[in-house]
C-alpha cells in the first residue's frame, strides 16, 4: 500500500476517506476534476509552526503565504488561526478583505507593485507593505503624501544564498528579481532612502531564499546575514530592526525520495540562530516572522480525477488519460514535479502495472505523473494524487477553455463545498462579440 496512507485511511467499503469523508463519494457528489483540502492538516501545521515560537519564548508571526492558495474559506480559516498572510496582487489583497480577513495582518509583497495596487493597500490600510525596489519607495512615497497617510514597511533583501531547489524557483541568490541586493550596498542605499521618508516606518528586515527547499544550512546562513545586517545598521545608522522576517520555503514530501525534515523543525533552527547571533551582536532578539506557503496546505491538498480513456503503446508504456490535468495542475509539466496517486475505490488492490497518468489538454507534455503504479483500473475509477494543495490551484488555467476544478474543504467527516466549480458560462461572460456587445 501507499505509504501516504494507512490503514485508517480505508473505509468499510475499502475506499479511501479524506477527513472522514469517502473520496469516491466527494468525487459523485461534487464532480471531478476536485480539488479537496482536509482542514485539521491545515490547522494541525499552523499549531507546530506556533508551538515552536512559543517553545522558544519569541514574539512572532506566522504569516501565511496566500500564493500557494487562497480562496475565501482559506483566509477565513487562517485568520481563524490567527495567522498573519503574506499578499502579492490587488486580487489577493480584495478577496482576503472580502474574506474579512484584518487588513493589519497583511503583508504585502511584490516586485511590481502598481501604484494602484499601493493606494489600495494604503486606503485599506494594510500592515506592512515588504519594499522591493527603489521604484517602489518613491511611487510609495507619492501614494503616502497624496493620502497624508503613513504605513509600516518591511524591506525585502536578497541575501546572496542560493538555496537547492528547482531554479525556477530559487529567489535568494544574488542574480534574482527580487530585492534589494546586499553585497552590493544596494540594500543599504534603500535603508537611507527609507528613513528619509518620514511616513514609513521601517520595521524589519525580509529575505526569501526559494522554495522546495530541504537543506537546513541556507536558512540558518539568511538568519544569521539579516541579523548581521541589523546589528551593522543600528551601530552605523542608529537603526533598529523589530522584526526579522526569513519568509518560507519550508520543503514537503511529494513522492518517497523526499525526505524533508518537519516543516517546524527548519523553524526551531532559525529561531535558535537569530536568538544567538542577536546575542553575539548584542541586540535584542527582534520578533521573527515567517512565511511558509506549500507547507501549511501541500499535504492537506487531494486531486481528484476520474480516469476515461487509455492508450496502450505497444513495447513502449500505456497511457491512461483523467478528466483533468495541467490546467488544474501545471506543476509536472513546469517544473518535472513528481506526485504519487491512488485509486480510490480500491487504494489496497495488487499493482499490476506502471502507467503514464495523461491530462486531457492538447499537450504532450500534459502527463500528470509518469510511471504510476496502478492496480488494474477501468473508466470511471477516481484517482487520488497526494500533496496537490500548494501552487496547484493558484496557478490553475483555463487552458483549452477548460473551466477551473470545485474546492470542498472536508472536516471529521463533512465536506463543504468552498468554491463552485466554473462552468463555461463563466468563461463567456468576460468577452464581447465582434460588434464590441
Ligand atoms: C516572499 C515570499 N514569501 C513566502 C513564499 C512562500 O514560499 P513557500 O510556499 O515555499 O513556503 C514565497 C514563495 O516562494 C515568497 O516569494
Ligand atoms: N510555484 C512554485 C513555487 C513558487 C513560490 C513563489 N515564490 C511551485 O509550485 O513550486
Not at 478577496?95 to 493606494?119: C, D, I, V, W, Y
Request: charged letters at 20%.
Amino acid at each position: 500500500m501507499n505509504e501516504q496512507i494507512s490503514q485508517s485511511d480505508i473505509n468499510s467499503e475499502g475506499h479511501l476517506t479524506i477527513g472522514g469523508c469517502d473520496a469516491v463519494s466527494l468525487a459523485h457528489q461534487f464532480g471531478t476534476p476536485l480539488v479537496v483540502y482536509d482542514v485539521n492538516q491545515i490547522k494541525s501545521q499552523i499549531e507546530h509552526f506556533q508551538e515552536v515560537f512559543k517553545n522558544n519564548d519569541v514574539e512572532y508571526a506566522v504569516c501565511y503565504a496566500s500564493k500557494a492558495f487562497a480562496n475565501t474559506a482559506m483566509y477565513q480559516l487562517v485568520d481563524s488561526m490567527d495567522c498573519h498572510v503574506d499578499v502579492v496582487s490587488a486580487g489577493e489583497m480584495s478577496m482576503a478583505l472580502h474574506a474579512g480577513f484584518p487588513a493589519e495582518h497583511m503583508t504585502f509583497h511584490g516586485n511590481n507593485k502598481s501604484r494602484a495596487e499601493l493606494q489600495m493597500a494604503i486606503d485599506n490600510h494594510v500592515g506592512v507593505i515588504a519594499l522591493d525596489n527603489f521604484h517602489e519607495i518613491d511611487l510609495l512615497n507619492e501614494v503616502l503624501e497624496s493620502s497624508d497617510a503613513k504605513t509600516k514597511v518591511m524591506m525585502r533583501i536578497t541575501p546572496g544564498i542560493s538555496a537547492h531547489t528547482h531554479e525556477f524557483i530559487q529567489t535568494g541568490q544574488v542574480d534574482s528579481k527580487f530585492g534589494f541586493d546586499l553585497e552590493s550596498g544596494e540594500a543599504e542605499q534603500a535603508l537611507q532612502a527609507v528613513l528619509k521618508h518620514p511616513r514609513m516606518d521601517l520595521i524589519g528586515i525580509h529575505s526569501h531564499i526559494g522554495s522546495q527547499i530541504f537543506e537546513l544550512n541556507g536558512f540558518e546562513l539568511a538568519a544569521e546575514k539579516l541579523v548581521q545586517l541589523a546589528a551593522d545598521w543600528k551601530q552605523r545608522f542608529e537603526y533598529e530592526a523589530r522584526v526579522i522576517d526569513v519568509g518560507g520555503g519550508f520543503g514537503i514530501r511529494y513522492t518517497e525520495d523526499d525526505r524533508p525534515l518537519q516543516p517546524e523543525q527548519f523553524v526551531d533552527a532559525i529561531i535558535k540562530t537569530i536568538k544567538q547571533a542577536s546575542q553575539a551582536h548584542g541586540l535584542t532578539t527582534p520578533a521573527v516572522w515567517i512565511e511558509p506557503g506549500r507547507s501549511i496546505v501541500g499535504p492537506a491538498g487531494y486531486n481528484l480525477y476520474t480516469i476515461g480513456s487509455r492508450k496502450d503503446v505497444k513495447g513502449i508504456r500505456s497511457y491512461v488519460a483523467v478528466d483533468g490535468g495541467m490546467g488544474d495542475n501545471i506543476r509536472p509539466a513546469l517544473y518535472e514535479a513528481k506526485y504519487e496517486a491512488v485509486v480510490a475505490n480500491r487504494p489496497e488492490a495488487e499493482i499490476v502495472e506502471h502507467v503514464h497518468l495523461a491530462g486531457k489538454y492538447c499537450e504532450s507534455g500534459d502527463i500528470l505523473i509518469d510511471d504510476l503504479p496502478l492496480p488494474e483500473t477501468h473508466p470511471g475509477d477516481v484517482v487520488v494524487m497526494f500533496d496537490t494543495g500548494a501552487y496547484g490551484y493558484s496557478m490553475a488555467s483555463n487552458y483549452n477553455l477548460n473551466p477551473k476544478p470545485a474546492i470542498v474543504f472536508v472536516e471529521d467527516g463533512k465536506a463543504t463545498l468552498v468554491t463552485r466549480r466554473e462552468t463555461p458560462a463563466d468563461l463567456e461572460r468576460l468577452d464581447f462579440g465582434l460588434d464590441g456587445k
